[in-house]
């Protein structure tokens, strides 16, 4: 089955093991080329990006942790049909770099944190956030749910689904989409938090969309 683009051009239906899978070692066993950015296997370059961990940040003085969009992986997100990398202003989001999305049917972004990090702080509820702004022209927001996940070391924590279209009709203003919360237990030895946002089960095309990346903060009473 090949999916049509509104510009006339065509990309294969990605495997079903996205949907499944998302976090699985079996995934990125099953599906090779998601470990590579933009180098090749077979003769072929990857059609997505696969988070670079070395843009991680460290906290600010809130313990607050800003995640760039580099850091995260994107479905189709090595594609420049689908999604470009832009400069940003780092005055209005203190992230340098953002990742636009230009038009795709198919929204898969994840990224993951080590535990360990959170460990000797006071608070051991975070909150997520998506930090994103939606242009003049963006579409596709108002019919198919995005759902939200999070997951520590293997186990969900929350899921939630909601239409942006409340987002969308505010353009070129940076907002922060709620991505879910997770709590730290004080027994923590290790592991990763695991998040992401998306859509793979509708055929709606969506775009006009820019990810600068996600902020992780305490949760307030």
């Not at 995934?27 to 997505?48: A, E, F, L, V, W």
Request: charged share 20%; hydrophobic share 35%; aromatic share 12%.
């Amino acid at each position: 089955m090949v999916h049509v683009t509104p510009l006339g051009c065509s990309l294969p239906t990605p495997s079903s093991i996205y949907k499944s899978t998302t976090y699985s070692p079996q995934y990125k066993q099953q599906c090779p080329d998601r470990n590579m950015n933009s180098t090749q296997q077979n003769g072929h370059t990857s059609p997505h990006w696969e988070g670079n961990r070395s843009y991680m940040n460290d906290s600010d003085s809130s313990g607050s942790y800003r995640i760039p969009a580099r850091a995260l992986s994107i479905t189709w997100g090595n594609d420049p049909r689908y999604w470009q990398w832009i400069t940003l202003g780092e005055d209005e989001t203190q992230f340098s770099e953002g990742a636009m999305l230009q038009q795709v049917n198919w929204i898969e972004v994840t990224g993951k944190i080590n535990l360990l990090l959170f460990k000797k702080r006071v608070t051991t509820t975070y909150m997520i956030h998506y930090i994103v702004k939606f242009q003049v022209d963006a579409f596709g927001w108002h019919s198919a749910p995005i759902k939200f996940k999070v997951r520590v070391n293997g186990k969900e924590v929350f899921c939630h689904s909601m239409i942006l279209e409340s987002y969308r009709v505010k353009p070129d203003v940076w907002q922060e989409l709620p991505g879910g919360e997770f709590s730290v237990p004080n027994s923590i030895t290790g592991g990763n938090v695991e998040f992401g946002m998306f859509e793979v089960e509708s055929d709606w095309w969506k775009g006009s969309m820019v990810l600068a990346g996600i902020k992780i903060s305490p949760k307030t009473p």
